[in-house]
């Protein structure tokens, strides 16, 4: 397999104006920095701007920490308010997964880390069911066991412990892989932007529990899944990745469910693979994929 060439990845937000462009390429420019990818739009609703550009890492004289620091400048000059992150495609970007019993979207994302298609430091895969222990250590992956109590208090406790197992890490992503399980504000606030979910259904419609039942009683004739992040209003978050695939009325429940199954599959491992790669940024419940 050829070995990507390095590159680091420049994404901004703030207000729009005038000259935002000339800057950056004009800063870039000044040390050599030799653009492979650059993408640009602007939000006429709020008034924002957002890009994102790949650099060819070999063509800048100096290392990503210095580059940050130099850039640094750059971004205080467009304002206070501007959001900005330098990454480096050579960091490979630590991933941690929850679960429950189905695991469908797991082993997707198994066998794409597996095969090199999606080339991340998987780092552990936790569950509050005991039955995806086997196919994660068949891979080499470390598996937790944290069981839920149905109390209130077991359930604080359980989610404490995930947290510990999690933050150990310090996941660039914490991928929920049909984790049935309701994170509590505190998680959502303490993994903001990195925890991502799918859910079983074409949000905003058939939130919450059995979207294929839901689907079934309106006799849909497309069923989906979305990749979002996650926030603590259930299934609000900012949306990264969606899709469908076509059902019509001699499709049971089962049907249904069978085929939501494809497209919940390839919609995380896509909304994922923009997160790792920096493609995200958001902007209050929106967001922008380049």
Known sequence: MTTPERRFVLS????DRTGIVARIAGFLADWGGWIVEAGYHTDP????????????ADSVPFDLEELRTRFAAVAAELGDRTEWRVSDTAERRRVVIL?????????DLLGRIGSGELDVDLRAVIGNHPNLGPITEAHGIPFHHVPFPKD???????FAQVRELVD????????????????PAELCEAWSGRALNIHHSFLPSFAGAR???????????????????????????????QDVIRVDHTDSVADMVRKGRDIE????ARGLRSHLEGRVLMHGKRTVVF
């Open 168 to 183: 150990a890490h310090e996941p660039d992503a914490v991928v929920l892989a049909r984790f049935m399980q309701v994170l």
């Open 211 to 241: 979207p294929y039942h839901q689907a079934y009683e309106r006799g849909v004739k497309l069923v989906g899944a979305t990749c979002h992040y996650v926030t603590a209003e259930l299934d609000a978050g900012p949306i990264v990745e």
């Open 12 to 15: 901004l937000g703030c207000p």
């Open 99 to 107: 679960v429950s019993r189905e695991g469908h979207c797991l082993h």
């Open 45 to 56: 609703d709020t008034g924002w701007f957002f890009t994102r550009q790949e650099v060819r």
């Open 265 to 268: 599959k390839l919609v995380l």
């Open 152 to 158: 209130s208090e077991g359930k604080a406790d359980a």
